[in-house]
């Protein structure tokens, strides 16, 4: 049940089905989600073996447009915008002015401008952001409100999702998306998701949204297909080692400490931030992000003290008990320099951990696809 506090929380155009599958919502970023049905380990092993359908109604999208919107987006994120062409996508983010990150995002190359999408705890702040930050002939549009989303993910997600459009899915790429018909509805389609599975995301009208969720259901039901929640949502994206904001990013830490300067291009024109963030890797930084397995029991949680002995080196971001490793996993920053046998302090007691290379999980039908 929702909080005292969370009354006036938004509720997508799925709400009533969530509520129907008895799921458990909560306020999440000001909005009613589920955050499991059957229960958050049952629901990620669904996604690595076959299929999961997730509502992911309540992310942020804009529309960028005019002659000079791609010159404005260049200079507003930090990847190499003018690489992409209509009909793929790219990972990229915002920075501030000190090079700390306003969020991380999805631009999509469209015909006549850019739709991005955006985390839903930042909608607002990014919006006012792109508005406020826009230069030339450009405009941006709010149309988060007039779109809902949802996820279909899993190595048994192109032949569901087969079933109910007329998209031809062997041809369409990862990070590229179609207009497309879904359960008789118009949609843009994209290959994409945040699982680490092979997977589709289906932005409709909140009109359509419930007969596209229905005949996806119907469409899997030969693949044990079940709902998902935000629960195995970030079990799942944790055990790829993606970065979540609010988490491993926030606008205090910048793309050489969260491990993304793989996305960030200083050769590429005085973005917003860029000067800052190559201060930062003159000077070094003083922490960076890693990833570490438990090695023996224990969960580790967000806030967990990092030990190196006595010394206290750095903080947990995010943690969890991995269902597909059976191990206590998590992402955090460290002191610089600090590479292996350090600890995690969990319940007042020190649970020895090692660094792992990332992703934790390596089998993801996604991996596979690209290859």
């Known amino acids: 049940m929702l909080t005292k506090e969370a009354v006036e929380v938004r509720k997508t155009a799925l709400h009533e089905e969530h509520e129907a599958l008895g799921a458990r919502i909560v306020d999440f970023a000001g909005w009613a989600m589920p955050m499991h049905y059957a229960g958050i380990v049952s629901e990620h092993r669904r996604v690595r073996s076959t299929v999961g359908l997730f509502d992911v109604s309540h992310m942020g999208e804009f529309v960028v447009t005019g002659p000079d919107g791609l010159a404005a987006l260049e200079r507003l994120t930090v990847n190499r915008l003018s690489v992409i062409k209509e009909g793929r996508i790219q990972y990229s983010a915002m920075c501030n002015e000190n090079g700390g990150f306003i969020d991380d995002l999805l631009i999509y190359a469209m015909r006549n401008g850019y739709m991005l999408v955006v985390n839903a705890a930042n909608r607002d702040k990014d919006y006012e952001w792109v508005r406020s930050n826009l230069e030339g002939d450009a405009t941006v549009a709010d149309v988060s409100d007039a779109t809902a989303l949802v996820a279909l993910q899993g190595p048994s997600s192109e032949p569901v999702m087969s079933k109910v459009t007329d ?205």
């Open 167 to 371: 998209a031809e899915l062997s041809t369409l790429r990862y990070y590229s998306w179609v207009y497309a018909e879904v359960a008789g509805a118009s949609t843009t389609l994209s290959r994409t998701g945040y699982t680490g599975e092979d997977g589709f995301e289906v932005y409709c009208s909140p009109d359509d949204a419930r007969t596209i969720w229905h005949a996806l259901m119907e469409a899997g039901s030969e693949f044990d297909i079940e709902p998902v929640g935000l629960g195995a949502r970030d079990t799942l994206r944790l055990e790829m080692g993606y970065s979540l904001y609010g988490s491993e990013m926030d606008e205090n830490r910048t793309p050489p400490e969260a491990g993304l300067m793989w996305i960030t291009k200083l050769d590429n024109g005085d973005f917003i931030g860029r000067d800052a963030i190559a201060r930062k890797i003159e000077e070094g930084v003083s922490e960076r992000i890693v990833g570490f397995v438990l090695e023996s029991r224990g969960i580790p949680r967000p806030g967990h003290r990092i030990m190196l002995g006595d010394d206290e080196v750095g903080r947990v971001t995010s943690g969890t008990f991995s269902p597909s490793l059976e191990k206590g996993i998590g992402l955090g920053y460290v002191r610089t320099g600090v590479d292996r046998g350090f600890s995690i302090e969990i319940r007042n007691k020190l649970v020895e951990a090692r660094a792992a290379s990332l992703p934790f999980y390596e089998h993801g039908s996604v991996r596979r696809r690209k290859k």
